[in-house]
Every structure is written in C-alpha cells, then in structure tokens.
C-alpha cells in the first residue's frame, strides 16, 4: 500500500443551468453543462496506524469532523471496507468556499479516488460514482471531470468534446450563498418558458467547438433568485463584458461570476480592474484560469 498521495481537487463552473422542475421529493430535476476549471485545491491523503481520520485545512472556519465532506468521503469507504489504521487529511483550499463551484464536492471526489488507490480498493470509477452522490449531487461529476452534460438530480452525466479553450476570469464576492436557500426561493414549478435557458444549443455549440456561439448560449437560471439578493453579481458580469469578456455569468447557485475571453490581453487588464477598480472593495477573490479537459492525471485527481 502507498501510505501518502497528494491530489488535484479542480472546480467547476456551469456553462449552462436550467432547473426543469422540483420533483415531489424535494429534490430538483436539472439539466446543466458542467466545466472544470485550472484553479485548484490540493489534498493531501497519509495513512497512518492510529484509528480515525483527521482533518486539517487552511481556513480556520472549515470543519475538521463529519460536517466536512472530505471526512465523510473517507469515512464512506474505511467502513465499507473494513480498513485499518486510520488516514489523515490535509486540505489546502483555493477554490472559493460556498461559491457555487463545488470546491467541497470536489474534495471528496478527491478523497473517494485517493483512498481507492492507497488502499487498493479496485472500485471502478462508475462505483466511485455511485458512492459519490451519497455524498453530494456534484461528486459524480467531480470525479468523471471535464466537459458534460449532466440531468436528473445532477447524477446522469455525459461526456461532451472538450470545450473550446479560453481564458477564464472568475471573481467571487464577499458573500456566501446557501445553495438551499437558493432553490428554496426558485419555485421551480412556477417559472416561465423564457425563464429556461437553450441547454442543447450550447450542447451544439460545443460539439462544433463554437466558442462564442457556446458563450451566447449562457444562462443560469439561479439568477433569478441569486442576482436579484445580491445585485453585485450583476455589476460583476457587467464590467467583465465590458471589458471584453465574450459572455459573463454566475457560477451555480453563486455568487461566483465567471467571464470567458478569447483574448489575454483583455482577460488580464479586466482581472486587474476587478482587483484594483471600484468594485474591487466587494470582491473577495479573483482568479485568471482557463479550462481543464484531462479527465486522468497522473499521480491522481
């Protein structure tokens, strides 16, 4: 067994999402395309003899026991399998924290995939997945990565061509937004048929590896609720298309907002202006990335 591994936890973004209908479970049935993204944070599994598993991570707010799903990634699988000894965890976060870029998700897909490799658990990855969305509708996804299209409650997921390369700017506010409460306010049942985004046409689009035909086809439907709360998330996306994004939108349930250029020059000179202009007082992060389509890495996530 390999007692140590360092991981790749990437985020992701939301192309597109379009909320279809909440079913009679309290569940939401949706209908996204999902991107991951360069920015990541970075996991760092040991094995050890003593039992139990401990958390340690670099913002003093993050959980350190069960309410941290990288602890119940771990635990999901030591007591399936019965295994020994115990497993400490160092988590390094980049991503934004409830941002609306599954940066927790993403942790535990990561978590889920080292364990399996360390202790040698022989789990395919579509088992992983089936463990995964125990966790949270978003660990399948983090686990397969890349470009896809992902239905039902976020578990039905396809594979799409790698979208078009770009460079990608992402700025989160400095407010965190409850992904409950955000459904809680859609009232899915009740939005209008202009309210849906046109989720297959970005499909198209990608598959034709259309950049800006992918970019016109943005739409999150959680803006309704998220950018109507915080007006900020607008004024984002406003200065991002104005300083020559080809598109600007909201990550999720947010409050992230992300902007797709095709150009560097103006991808660095609108991370600047976020940094340093006037809104830069109510801007928590910003980052300059691009996509990420390597579904297998070496050495892990």
Known sequence: MNNRMRLKAHGKINLGLDVLRRREDGYHEVKMVMQTVGLYDSIDLR???????????????????????????????????????????????????????????????????GVNRMFRLNLTMEELKERGVRI???????????????????????????????????????????????????????LKPEDHPDIDGMVE????????????????????VTEKRYPVIGEIKDVMKRMGALNAMMSGSGPTVFGLFDSEKAAKKAYWALKNGRLSSKIRQVYLTNFFNNREVSNGL
């Open 136 to 190: 949270g509708a978003d660990v399948p996804y983090c686990l397969m990565r890349g470009t896809a299209l992902s239905e039902g409650i976020g578990e039905i997921l396809t594979p799409l061509p790698p979208a078009p390369q770009c460079f990608v700017l992402l700025a989160k506010p400095g407010i965190s937004v409850s992904t409950k409460w955000v459904y809680t306010n859609l009232h899915a049942n009740e």
């Open 205 to 224: 689009a990608i598959r034709r590896g259309d950049l800006k035909g992918m970019a016109d086809k943005f739409g999150n439907v959680l803006e309704l």
């Open 47 to 113: 094995a050890v003899s003593r039992p139990g598993i401990r958390v340690e991570t670099n913002l003093y707010y993050l959980p350190n026991d069960q309410n941290n799903l990288v602890w119940k990634a771990a635990e999901m699988l030591m007591k399936e399998f019965d295994l020994q000894g115990g497993l400490d965890i160092r988590l390094r976060k980049m991503i934004p924290v409830a941002a609306g870029m599954a940066g927790g998700s993403s942790d535990a897909a990561a978590v889920l995939y």
